[in-house]
């Protein structure tokens, strides 16, 4: 059993920005891979990065490729999410989530554990 609890949100200008991170419990939390979601108001929940659970494979979407950067401390347990150069596109609920296994997934359906999500919001 995982339960991850995201925290950084909060409310920035375009162009800034802000980091999230994701704290998970559990001794075996080395052995998830790791997304990040976001759900904008009125659409889908949707991948925003993924991370395998040596860290050495990510996933971008391509709406923040060069803008996002996803990394993890196993020893800490902590997942983060460092958003740079924010638009106002970027205003959702982002949510932590966690699958079994070493690799990868873009599909919510693949993974077994949320966060309860935390609210990004970028003013223009």
């Known amino acids: 059993q995982v339960q991850l609890v995201e925290s950084g949100g909060g409310l920035v200008q375009a162009g800034g920005s802000l980091r999230l991170s994701c704290a998970a419990s559990g001794r075996t939390f080395s052995t998830y891979a790791t997304g990040w979601f976001r759900r904008a108001p009125g659409k889908e929940r949707e991948i925003v990065a993924a991370?395998?659970?040596?860290?050495?494979?990510?996933y971008y979407a391509d709406s923040v490729k060069g803008r996002f950067t996803i990394s993890r401390d196993n020893a800490k347990n902590t997942v983060y999410l460092q958003m740079s150069n924010l638009k106002p596109e970027d205003t959702a609920v982002y949510y932590c989530?966690?699958?079994?296994?070493?690799?990868?997934?873009?599909?919510?359906?693949?993974?077994?554990?949320w966060g309860q999500g935390t609210q990004v919001t970028v003013s223009s």
């Open positions: 989530a966690a699958k079994r296994g070493p690799n990868i997934a873009v599909a919510r359906t693949s993974y077994d554990y």
């Open positions: 991370i395998s659970w040596s860290g050495y494979n990510t």
